[in-house]
């Protein structure tokens, strides 16, 4: 195996007047050396062809660079994604890109989140949808285009992830609606993890949140607005409060009437949204974030633990609230700070 080091990439180098900067100002990982010809020729060579461990051992320059940990061995070099963590001192073990992750809606948030996801390199993906791709999707999203239109959304979705990663999504034509049709999906696909970005009558939430209670399946919700975007909540059953949490607000705020399974959406085909890929994009993104921070145990990261984050892209400002289940919830756990097992 080579011994060969080189500069981790993520780490810039810029000259200011006589010096050179390299690694980020303030932190452990921050050298400045003489901006000379002689030195100009040591960086050289440290990108273009890496050094040895006799290198580094036998220069000053190399030395200082090794103890600040700014070097790392040459096929140890990451891809780009990798280097998030590595900036967050967080560990992504490889084997998490195996999760079973299943996608309620393959809509513009569904879609997106789909794809960020295998970008990452998840490979273990289900999607559900029946809807098919039209030119409302094609201008308010960056994954569909105008081959795509008149294709169902989850085969699109799954063609653009196959070119582009080289992962096969799973992709089932079908809308879901009870919780007979998420428990069907959920014994196909065996789920670890449940992505919620459909937005059929709200009673699917409510059997989202029984069906995940009652099999201990961690699961997210994700939506938007207009100009708001809906982060969350991420529930843990066993852990966390429910979903139910929400429709007891709904009925106590305004009555009996407002409850989950008594409403209805109509006129469905006759709306368009005015979101654009900008509000979708950022919910898409932050969605994936909360995801990444909870597989690999930075709680403390994640926002949307028993929360609801309503962020108004537009403005940059949004609240969270915190949600608290009532005595009479079946899930009822109040005020529990989760830590994974």
Known sequence: MSDKYSILKYLPIWSVESKICIGIPGTDQYIEITNTNQNRKLLDDLISNGISLSEI???????ELFKKQILLKTEEQKKRKD???????????????SYRILIFGAGAGGATIGYLLAQFGFKNISICDNDVVNSSDVEKTTIFDSTDIGKYKVIALSERVRKNFGISIQAYTEKVFSEADIRRFCDITIPQFIIKACDPNLSFRTSLNNYCFNNGIPFIHMSYAFEIINLGPLFIPGK????????QLAIKRFGEEQSFEKQKKLYTDYTTHPSISFNINILANLILKEILFFLTDRYEMCNTINKIVYYNASIMKGYTYHLQCNKSCLFNLNNITYEKN
Request: net charge negative; proline share 3%.
């Open 57 to 63: 051992n036998g220069n000053h320059f190399y030395n």
């Open 83 to 97: 280097f998030f963590f590595d900036y967050l001192n967080i560990k992504f073990p490889s084997e998490l890109l």
């Open 240 to 247: 966390t409060c429910c979903d139910l949490s929400l429709n």
